[in-house]
């Protein structure tokens, strides 16, 4: 037969032993709770990581800085040059003007010296003067040659409205628009012309 008494205990006794078991069962159910607490811990510890990495930042921006100032005083340096370059080819055009314009005047000095040296000879014959005149005229054509200036005498050349200047249309046995006359003669520098000749162009004869 039971004792009452030891019924009486079994009740409560359970409930402690499920106690007892559930606390030796709490251990495995707080795996939640560990993983709330390495959360708290990774978030306690990025404000350093964070600011570990602001360094870098940092150091990239600097970079950039550099290379920007870099890039700029490459600019400067090549717009200085540019300039310098512009200026230089400008002095080299001013120059070359100036010596070529020099260089002429060096040639007509002869022909000067010649037209004076034969004014201030007295009693000359026809024939010193002749001779003096085509030397002076010889001096003249070695300096315009010299300075690349050509003659442009189109006698029984066709007419060429952009050398020649017509004055006027003659009756002649010549082609029509041929130069049967010059009148003067014109002149070139280095192939562009600063005085056409003027010339008289035959035309074709009345039938």
Known sequence: MQDPNQASQNPTDQPAEQAAQGGAQQPAQRGPELDLQAAAAAADTAPENGID???SLEEALRQAELKAAEHHDAWLRAKAETENLRRRAQDDIAKASKFAAEKFATAMLPVKDSLEAALATENQT???MREGVELTLRQLISAFEGAKLTEENPLGQK???NKHQAISMVEADAEPNTVVTVLQK???LSERVIRPAMVM??????Q
């Open 201 to 206: 162009v035959s035309k074709g004869k009345a």
């Open 126 to 128: 026809v024939e010193k």
């Open 53 to 55: 990495s602001m360094p």
């Open 159 to 161: 007419f060429d409205p």
């Open 186 to 188: 014109g002149y070139l």
